[in-house]
């Protein structure tokens, strides 16, 4: 009997620990992340950069590999999903573009690879109200898939 409580004891002590130290369920990194770097990284500027940029760099390959492993199946069907330009700006611009993105609060729960090409359409100097119709529907895509779960 004794051997049976110190086992349900134990199993109590994890399922606590699991529930206290466990993740928030996330669908995609987004723009809470992006603005914890900085507090990550004790506010060391040189530090932040370093990490917004890998990250960045590798957002950047997986969409170029997605693209070349879809093209090679499909060239027609990897044009229409990879079509947007995500490389008109330098990696700094669009760290800067990211943190300023970011200052708002309703745009924090836009995935970064969609913030990614948010910044390139205004690089591009496209029009204003095709980028907000982009980010409305980046919201509204998001709110979709979080009230789905």
């Known amino acids: 009997m004794n051997r049976k409580k110190y086992r349900f004891f134990i199993f109590l002590i994890f399922l606590n620990m699991t529930v206290l130290f466990g993740q928030e369920n996330r669908l995609f990194w987004d723009g809470r992340e992006w603005n ?25 390959d997986g969409r170029l590999y997605g693209y070349l492993k879809t093209w090679s199946k499909n060239a027609m069907l990897a044009n229409e999903t990879f079509g947007e330009s995500v490389d008109y700006l330098s990696i700094r611009e669009v760290i800067t573009s990211l943190n300023h993105f970011y200052e708002d ?19 591009q100097r496209v029009p204003i109200d095709i980028i907000e119709k982009y980010i409305q529907d980046s919201r509204d895509w998001v709110n979709s898939l979080v009230l789905d779960l």
């Open 36 to 60: 914890k770097i900085r507090k990550d990284s004790n506010y060391n500027n040189a530090l932040e950069y370093k990490i917004k940029s890998t990250y960045i760099n590798g957002v950047l």
């Open 105 to 123: 609060p309703l745009n924090s729960y836009i995935p970064i690879p969609s913030a990614i090409i948010i910044a390139n359409l205004y690089g």
